[in-house]
C-alpha cells in the first residue's frame, strides 16, 4: 500500500507541474488514459529445448497515462495475476501428524502463486509523432511481489506451503519498444515488446544459465521439510520469473479522457 | 483543343522559386515544399471584381471526379486499346474536375448565361447534341478555348475579350463542340500512346518522325474542327459568315491587347510638370505578326491555312440575310466589357502590370467614370513603382524591346522610369484622382506606402522640399495672388504674365521633383509625409556597419531567441483553402488519382475535427465541403484564391519582407479578400499540403527487404526477437505535413510547419499532427 501511495504521489506530482501542464499535448487534448493490458512473457526453456522450448506467463495489468508533453508520457501500472508454474517437481515429504507414524508424500504442487505489482514508466515518442500516436520507447521499473495463493488454505499443499506466504520481491529494469494506434478517436490500442532484467545481477544470469529445469522429470526429488520447501520454491520462482519477464509482449487498450 | 490545362510559364516559375525560399527557410531539402501548398491555387484562378457565380452550384462542380471517371468507364465497352482509354477518361476527368473545383468556373451570371444562349443558338439544329454540352467560362487571361471529352467547354475571359462580335462566338463554340463530336480528345490520347509505345505502324519510327506523326495528327483534328465545325454546325445557323472568318485573326494577334490606340504621352504631366522624353519612345514597334508562319512542330495549322480552308468550304454559302447577332448585341457589348475589366484584374495578378495598365487606358479612353478602372489605373502605378524599387528578381516583365504595337509605349515608359520618380509620379497620379467611397482606404494606403518610400527608401524630407518651394518664393520673381493681380494696370499685368511663363519654365519642369513640391503644398499631403517620417524616425537603428563581426552575431542570435520566445497574437479563427492531398503508390512521380480524392475528403474531415477539438473555428474553402446553395462560398473560393496567386507573384517577384514575412506592397484584391474576412470574422488564411507514399521510406535499399535480412541472424538470437518484431511493426511509409498560415489583412506569413514522418497517412495520425498545430497558433507559440 505504501508503495502505491508513493507512485501515485510522483504521479501527481508530474501531473500537476506547471511546467507540464503548459504543453498542450494529448490526442485532441486527451492527455489521460486509463486501461488494461495484457502483458506475455515468453520464456525459453534452455533446458529442454527439444521437449518443451517455451514457457508462457500471461499477466494483466491495469494503467494510467499521461501525456505530459509532444514526445513523453507517464504511465503507472498495477499488475496481477495467479501463475502455475509450467511444470512439476516431485516432493518427496518426510511428514508426522500427531498419534500418527511418519509418512512419506510424494507432492506434486500445481497451482501455487500469486504475482502482484507495481511499474512507473517514462514513455519517450519517436520524433514527429505527438503523443500518444505513434512509436514509442519506454523505460520502466516493476516491483512484482510472488507470493503463494489463497487457494491452497486447505489442500494438501498447505501442509507444505503456507497460503499467502510471500516468496519474494523482485525489481526490473524494462525496456520497450512498441507503437500506438487510435480508435474511434477514443481508445488507444498498442502493442509492444519488452525485455525486462532483474535489477540484482546474481538473479538475472539465471537466465541463461538456469538452474532449475520446468519439465517434468521424474526422479527429481526435493526432500526436506516445510522450510526448505519454501526455500526451494523461492529460488525456483524467481528464476522462472525472471525467464519469461525478459521477453515480453504487451497488449493494451486505453481509453482516451481528459478530466479537466 | 484537347482536354489537357497546362501551367503557364509564369506559373512554373512561381513553383519554382518559392521552392527555392521555402527550402532556404526550413534549412534543410524538402521534397515539394510549401510552394505546392500555394501551387494548386496558382493553376489558374484569378478575382473578380464583378462577375460573381449566382444560382445553384451545378451538379458537375459538386460530384467526385472518381464518380465521373467509373460512369465513363462503364461506356468503354469491349474492343481494342480499353486500358489506355481508361487511362484517358482518368487524367481527363481529374483534370477537368481540378478546374471545376477550383474556383475560376463562372456559372449562372449574365456573362456565362449569354455565352450558353448562343452555344443553344448555334446548335439549334441539332438539340441531341445541345444537350451533351455544357459552357462554362473560365477567368483565365490566355486567348484560350477547349473542350474536354465529357462534353464541357471552356471558354476564357481573355478569349472573350478579343471576340468583335457574335457570330465569332458562334464559330468557335462550333468548334469546340466538333472535337467533342468526333472524340477528338480521347482518340488523339489513344494514339499518342500508340506513338510512344511504337505499337503497330509506329514500331519502326524514330523520335524525330514520331514527334512529326504526333503534331501532323493534332493539326488534322483541328482542320477537321474547323471544317466540320463549320459545315455542320455554323452554316446550319443564322450567323454571319465573313463575321466569324474574323475570328482567326483573334487568335493570330492574341498577343497584343484588345485595342490598339496610342498611349497618351502626357499621361503624367501636369500644368507645371512634363514628363522628361528620356522616358518617352518617339514611336512604337509596328506589329510584324505573320499568318504564314512555320507549323512543323505546332499543334495546329498556321492561321494562314485555316483561313484559306474556311473560306473554300463556305465558299457555296451565302452570307445574304446571315446575322451578325442573334441573342443580343447589347448583351454580346455588355459581356466583353466585362470581360475586359476581368481581364485587367487577372492581368495584375499575374503582374503583368504594364499589360493592365495599357488595358485600363484603352477602357478609360471609353469609360473614364468607372471607379474601378480609376482603382486599377491608380493601382498599376503603384505597383509598378514598389516592383521597381524592391523586386530583385529580373524580367518580372517582357522588356519593351519584345512588345510590337502601341502598348510598347507603356512598356518603354515603366521600364525606364527611375525609381523615385517614378514613385513620385505614381503618388501624384493617386493623389490627384477622385477618391469613390469603396476605394478609398485603399488609395490612402497607396499613398502612403509610397510616401513611405519617398522617406525610408530615397531620403525625401518634407522640410528640405518646403525649402525648396520657400527658396522659389525668395528669388527675385514672386507669384501674386489673385486680388493684387486684379489690381495691377494692363501693361503690368503683362509684364507679369511673360515673367510668370519664364519662372515656371525656370523650375526645371521636367524633374518629379517638381511635383513634390507641389503636392506638399497640400496639407491633407504633407499631414501624411509628416507622419510618416515621424513614425520612421523613431525607429531604431538597424544599421550593424559599426558593429565587429562577433557583435553582429550575438545580435542577430539575440533577435532570433526574442523572436522565437515571443508569444504573438493567438488565432482564433481562420479559413482553410483547398487543403491538398496526394497519393503515391510507389516512389515515383506518379499520383495515384482516386486514392488522392478520397484521401482529400478524409483531410477535410481530419482538419475540421482537430480545429473544433482545439477550439479554433475553421471555415473551409473547398468545393468537396459544399452543397449546392453555397454558391456564396464559391466566389469566396475564387476571391481567396486569387488573393493568394497575388500574393505568389509577389513573392516570386521578391517584394518580400525577409524579417517581417510580409509583402512590401498591397495587393489589388485587398478589397476583396477585406470583405471577405470581415464577413468571415477571420483574419489568417490557412493552406494545406498532405502527402502520403506508399513506397518504401529509403530509396536505396527496400527497407522491409533490409530488416528482413538483419532478422534472420537476430532470431537465432531469441532474445532478440522482440527487436525484430518491433522493427516488422513499425511503418516504412511516409506521410509529409505542409501547413503556411497567412494573416490576409497584412499580408504576411505568420507561421509555415513541415512535419515528415515515417508512418502510413491515418486518420488518427493526420488529425494529431493537425491538433498540434492549430494549438500553437492558438497559443500564439508560432
Known amino acids: ?260 | 483543343m484537347i482536354f489537357i490545362i497546362w501551367l503557364n510559364e509564369n506559373e512554373k516559375n512561381i513553383v519554382l522559386f518559392l521552392n527555392s525560399q521555402i527550402s532556404k527557410i526550413f534549412m534543410k531539402k524538402v521534397f515539394f515544399s510549401g510552394v505546392i501548398i500555394l501551387s494548386f491555387f496558382f493553376l489558374k484562378s484569378q478575382p473578380s471584381q464583378i462577375l460573381y457565380c449566382k444560382g445553384n452550384i451545378p451538379s458537375e462542380i459538386l460530384s467526385l471526379a472518381t464518380f465521373k471517371y467509373s460512369s465513363d468507364v462503364g461506356k468503354i465497352g469491349k474492343g481494342k486499346n480499353k486500358k489506355t482509354k481508361k487511362d484517358f477518361y482518368l487524367q481527363s476527368n481529374f483534370s477537368v474536375d481540378d478546374l471545376l473545383k477550383s474556383g475560376q468556373i463562372l456559372f449562372g451570371d449574365e456573362m456565362s448565361n449569354y455565352v450558353s444562349a448562343v452555344g443553344n443558338e448555334v446548335l439549334k439544329s441539332n438539340p441531341e447534341l445541345q444537350q451533351k454540352i455544357k459552357i462554362f467560362v473560365v477567368k483565365s487571361s490566355d486567348v484560350n478555348a477547349f473542350s474536354s471529352q465529357q462534353g464541357y467547354i471552356f471558354i476564357n475571359i481573355g478569349l472573350l475579350a478579343q471576340l468583335e462580335n457574335e457570330a465569332q462566338l458562334a464559330y468557335l463554340i462550333a468548334h469546340e463542340v466538333t472535337h467533342f463530336k468526333y472524340n477528338h480528345s480521347i482518340n488523339q490520347f489513344v494514339n499518342t500512346d500508340r506513338l510512344i509505345k511504337g505499337k503497330g505502324k509506329y514500331r519502326s519510327l524514330g523520335i524525330e518522325e514520331k514527334k512529326n506523326v504526333y503534331y501532323n495528327y493534332s493539326k488534322e483534328d483541328e482542320f477537321a474542327a474547323d471544317k466540320l465545325g463549320l459545315t455542320e454546325i455554323f452554316l446550319k445557323s443564322n450567323y454571319n459568315i465573313e463575321d466569324a472568318s474574323n475570328l482567326f485573326d483573334i487568335l493570330l494577334f492574341s498577343d497584343l491587347p484588345f485595342d490598339e490606340l496610342d498611349f497618351d504621352t502626357t499621361y503624367f504631366d501636369t500644368p507645371i510638370f512634363k514628363l522628361d522624353s528620356k522616358y518617352i519612345l518617339p514611336s512604337t514597334a509596328a506589329i510584324t505578326t505573320i499568318d504564314n508562319y512555320n507549323d512543323e512542330s505546332k499543334t495546329h495549322p498556321n492561321i494562314k491555312k485555316r483561313k484559306e480552308q474556311f473560306i473554300e468550304n463556305s465558299l457555296e454559302y451565302s452570307n445574304k440575310d446571315r446575322l451578325t447577332f442573334i441573342v443580343s448585341k447589347d448583351d454580346f457589348l455588355s459581356m466583353r466589357n466585362k470581360a475586359r475589366e476581368e481581364l485587367i484584374s487577372l492581368y495584375i495578378i499575374e503582374g503583368q502590370i504594364s499589360k493592365a495598365l495599357y488595358s485600363t487606358y484603352l477602357l478609360q479612353k471609353k469609360n473614364i467614370k468607372d471607379e474601378f478602372l480609376s482603382y486599377a489605373a491608380n493601382y498599376c502605378l503603384y505597383a509598378a513603382s514598389k516592383t521597381k524599387t524592391y523586386s530583385t528578381a529580373k524580367d518580372s516583365e517582357p522588356k519593351y524591346e519584345e512588345i510590337e504595337g502601341k502598348s510598347q509605349q507603356v512598356y518603354f515608359m515603366l521600364s525606364k522610369a527611375d525609381d523615385q520618380d517614378l514613385c513620385i509620379l505614381a503618388a501624384n497620379k493617386i493623389w490627384q484622382e477622385p477618391k469613390t467611397a469603396n476605394y478609398v482606404k485603399y488609395f490612402n494606403y497607396m499613398i502612403e506606402s509610397l510616401i513611405t518610400d519617398m522617406v525610408v527608401k530615397y531620403n525625401i524630407s518634407s522640410i528640405e522640399i518646403i525649402k525648396k518651394n520657400e527658396a522659389l518664393l525668395d528669388t527675385a520673381f514672386k507669384e501674386l495672388s489673385k486680388e493684387d493681380y486684379d489690381l495691377l494696370t494692363k501693361f503690368d499685368k503683362m509684364k507679369y504674365d511673360k515673367k510668370l511663363k519664364l519662372f515656371k519654365e525656370s523650375l526645371n519642369s521636367k524633374s518629379s521633383i517638381t511635383l513634390l513640391m507641389a503636392l506638399i503644398k497640400d496639407n491633407n499631403f504633407l499631414e501624411i509625409f509628416r507622419s510618416v517620417e515621424a513614425k520612421y524616425q523613431t525607429m531604431p537603428s538597424t544599421n550593424t556597419d559599426d558593429l565587429t563581426n562577433r557583435e553582429e552575431r550575438i545580435l542577430a542570435r539575440t533577435k532570433r531567441r526574442a523572436e522565437k520566445n515571443k508569444i504573438k497574437e493567438p488565432i482564433k479563427s481562420l479559413c482553410v483553402v483547398n487543403p491538398n492531398y496526394e497519393y503515391y503508390p510507389s516512389n515515383s512521380d506518379e499520383v495515384d488519382l482516386k486514392s488522392s480524392e478520397k484521401g482529400k475528403v478524409r483531410l477535410i474531415s481530419n482538419i475540421s475535427n482537430s480545429s473544433k477539438a482545439s477550439s479554433i473555428n475553421a471555415n473551409f474553402l473547398d468545393a468537396y465541403y459544399f452543397h449546392n446553395e453555397d454558391v456564396e462560398e464559391y466566389n469566396n473560393l475564387n476571391i481567396v484564391v486569387s488573393w493568394s496567386r497575388e500574393l505568389g507573384a509577389q513573392l516570386k517577384n521578391k517584394i518580400y519582407n525577409e524579417d517581417s514575412n510580409q509583402v512590401r506592397m498591397m495587393l489589388f484584391t485587398q478589397p476583396l479578400i477585406d470583405e471577405y474576412l470581415n464577413k468571415s470574422n477571420t483574419e489568417n488564411i490557412l493552406y494545406s499540403s498532405v502527402y502520403s507514399y506508399g513506397g518504401d521510406a529509403y530509396d536505396k535499399v527496400p527497407l522491409k527487404l533490409l530488416r528482413l535480412w538483419l532478422s534472420i541472424p537476430l532470431m537465432a538470437v531469441y532474445n532478440l526477437l522482440p527487436v525484430t518484431i518491433y522493427n516488422a511493426i513499425k511503418s516504412t511509409k511516409q506521410t509529409q505535413i505542409y501547413n503556411i498560415c497567412v494573416n490576409a489583412k497584412k499580408g504576411s506569413i505568420i507561421s509555415m510547419n513541415n512535419v515528415e514522418i515515417i508512418s502510413n497517412d491515418y486518420n488518427f495520425l493526420i488529425k494529431s499532427q493537425y491538433y498540434d498545430y492549430f494549438q500553437h497558433l492558438k497559443l500564439g507559440k508560432y
Open chain 1, 1 to 260: 500500500m505504501k508503495y502505491i501511495q508513493s507512485l501515485l504521489l510522483v504521479f501527481l506530482f508530474l501531473t500537476s507541474s506547471t511546467h507540464v501542464n503548459a504543453q498542450h499535448s494529448g490526442y485532441l487534448g486527451k492527455k489521460f488514459a486509463i486501461g488494461y493490458s495484457g502483458n506475455l512473457g515468453v520464456g525459453l526453456n534452455y533446458k529442454e529445448l527439444l521437449t518443451k522450448p517455451f514457457s508462457f506467463q500471461y499477466t494483466n495489468k491495469v494503467g494510467l497515462q499521461y501525456y505530459a508533453s509532444n514526445r513523453i508520457g507517464f504511465e503507472a501500472s498495477y499488475w496481477f495475476d495467479k501463475f502455475q508454474l509450467p511444470s512439476k517437481y516431485n516432493f518427496n515429504f518426510h511428514y508426522k501428524i500427531q498419534g500418527s507414524p511418519v509418512q512419506t508424500y510424494i507432492y506434486q504442487p500445481e497451482y501455487l502463486s500469486d504475482l502482484k505489482g507495481y511499474s512507473a514508466s517514462v514513455i519517450f515518442y519517436d520524433k514527429d509523432y505527438i503523443a500518444p500516436v505513434g512509436t514509442f520507447t519506454k523505460l520502466e521499473i516493476i516491483r512484482l511481489d510472488y507470493s503463494s495463493s489463497d487457494k491452497i488454505q486447505g489442500t494438501m499443499s498447505s501442509l507444505f506451503i503456507e497460503a499467502n506466504h510471500k516468496f519474494g520481491t523482485s525489481y526490473y529494469a524494462n525496456i520497450g519498444f512498441g507503437k500506438n494506434w487510435i480508435l474511434y478517436d477514443k481508445f488507444l490500442l498498442s502493442f509492444d515488446v519488452e525485455i525486462a532484467v532483474n535489477t540484482n545481477i546474481k538473479n538475472a544470469k539465471g537466465i541463461f544459465l538456469p538452474k532449475y529445469s520446468n519439465s517434468h522429470s521424474s526422479g527429481d526429488y526435493i526432500s526436506g521439510n516445510k522450510y526448505d520447501i519454501q526455500i526451494f520454491y523461492n529460488s525456483w520462482v524467481n528464476e522462472y520469473l525472471n525467464n519469461v519477464m525478459f521477453v515480453k509482449y504487451n497488449f493494451g487498450i486505453h481509453y482516451l479522457f481528459n478530466p479537466f
